[in-house]
């Protein structure tokens, strides 16, 4: 049950693998941006949180139905660099994701993972072996970078109800997905101020 709720059943879907932070080169052959760089730092976040380091960190521990663990690899578009960033409060929800990625078309792998993003309307699948069945669709929230859209979940696990928000910003060539769940509902405002603070440093 802790690691269902310290990753918040589907954190995959949104960030890359923990693995990824390196970055490789473009097709044209120029140096991509250090995203890593561009991350949030622990400095920033507020008392009690803490980076989450383990080998499972961002695993979800299965698969959410159209939440594949994939939403920052659209098809059709080639990812040329990529970087995250996980963080917990006190080893329990809530949970903060931050996800970055360049492409050979950055404004095409966007509208990409923005149109697959909308298309899922229900969540279903195992966390751990556990069922999960929930909701998922687009959010009002704040404008940020050239576009972005914002979508939030809600969802079940061994009965206990969780949610999740997350938001796909484009800001010039880079695509940054980033996410807060925890026990529904989920902090709203406290979410925008981390990605007010995410999306500053992202140049």
């Not at 989450?52 to 979800?60: A, R």
């Not at 929930?134 to 969780?162: C, D, I, W």
């Amino acid at each position: 049950m802790k690691r269902i709720l310290a990753t918040i059943a589907f954190a995959a879907a949104l960030v890359v693998p923990a693995g990824l932070l390196g970055t490789v080169a473009t097709a044209a052959g120029a140096s991509p941006p250090k995203l890593s760089a561009m991350l949030l730092k622990i400095g920033q976040m507020p008392t009690g949180w803490a980076i989450e380091n383990s080998s499972g960190s961002g695993s979800g521990g299965g698969v959410v139905g159209c939440l594949n663990g994939k939403i920052l690899e659209p098809k059709g578009v080639k990812q040329t660099a990529t970087a995250s960033v996980y963080f917990e409060f006190l080893e329990n929800p809530p949970a903060v994701g931050e996800g970055l990625a360049t492409y050979t078309n950055a404004t095409t792998a966007y509208k990409k993972i923005v149109a697959n993003l909308a298309a899922c309307k229900r969540l279903t699948g195992k966390m751990n072996g556990d069922p999960v069945k929930g909701t998922f669709g687009q959010m009002s929230f704040p404008h940020y970078g050239n576009a972005s859209e914002a979508f939030a979940a809600r969802f079940t696990v061994e009965g206990v109800k969780l949610g999740e928000v997350l938001v796909i910003v484009r800001k010039g060539g880079i695509v940054m997905g980033m996410y807060e769940g925890g026990f529904a509902p989920v902090n709203v405002s406290q979410f925008q101020g981390f990605v007010k603070k995410a999306i500053k440093k992202v140049v």
